[in-house]
T-cell receptor, first 115, second 112 residues
Framework: AQSVTQLDSQVPVFEEAPVELRCNYS??????LFWYVQYPNQGLQLLLKYLSGSTLVKSINGFEAEFNKSQTSFHLRKPSVHISDTAEYFC?????????????FGTGTKLQVIP | KAGVTQTPRYLIKTRGQQVTLSCSPISGHRSVSWYQQTPGQGLQFLFEYFSETQRNKGNFPGRFSGRQFSNSRSEMNVSTLELGDSALYLC???????????FGSGTRLTVV
């Protein structure tokens, strides 16, 4: 069985400050990892993903995440946040199960950017 | 190309009634999944369909059911609605060989 842990339910941070949203996973097989973002009253949007290759993956809006196999982590970082980054962020893990990829989401972290 | 379309966006129903929600995936996406999102429970997986077959199901009572049509459009049905069914219901589609979901904007169901 696989699981995802997002320890921080809320993270307040001042505008232009750096932020790290933590994600740890558990799985007995190789996994693919994702970060999704959800703005108020909207569905989730895929922010970035790790499938294979370079362990550092980046999004078009300045976020990046690093896959750390030994620590089973996939933390999301941004060096300087903007007000528009205020949203809820979900980490997800995907692994092969019975011939298809089963996806498990974390409980989400609400990022609040303070002006 | 068009995104994932969910209809209706908002719905108000009375306890005991039933409801059907619709989801049209991105063209070419054969996998459709449904999630229930509430403030208390977060995102909870309902079921996934692929080529008209349910291939995974979450831990929800039998009142929750779904189906997928030959054009990949999917519907989910909730019978005998309870107050606790009030939630945002999200549909997501993906290519079977691409592991990221594209989500719709959701249907906000309120049971009164």
């Amino acid at each position: 069985a696989q699981s995802v842990t997002q320890l921080d339910s809320q993270v307040p941070v001042f505008e232009e400050a750096p932020v790290e949203l933590r994600c740890n996973y558990s799985s007995s097989v190789s996994v693919y990892l994702f970060w999704y973002v959800q703005y108020p009253n909207q569905g989730l949007q895929l922010l970035l993903k790790y499938l294979s290759g370079s362990t550092l993956v980046k999004s078009i809006n300045g976020f990046e995440a690093e896959f750390n196999k030994s620590q089973t982590s996939f933390h999301l970082r941004k060096p300087s946040v903007h007000i528009s980054d205020t949203a809820e962020y979900f980490c997800a893990v995907s692994s092969p199960t019975g011939g298809y990829q089963k996806v498990t989401f974390g409980t989400g972290t609400k990022l609040q950017v303070i002006p | 190309k068009a995104g994932v379309t969910q209809t209706p966006r908002y719905l108000i129903k009375t306890r005991g009634q039933q409801v059907t929600l619709s989801c049209s995936p991105i063209s070419g996406h054969r996998s459709v999944s449904w999630y229930q999102q509430t403030p208390g429970q977060g995102l909870q997986f309902l079921f996934e369909y692929f080529s008209e077959t349910q291939r995974n199901k979450g831990n929800f009572p039998g009142r929750f059911s779904g189906r997928q049509f030959s054009n990949s459009r999917s519907e989910m049905n909730v019978s005998t609605l309870e107050l606790g069914d009030s939630a945002l219901y999200l549909c997501a589609s993906r290519l079977d060989n691409d592991y990221g979901y594209t989500f719709g904007s959701g249907t906000r169901l309120t049971v009164v």
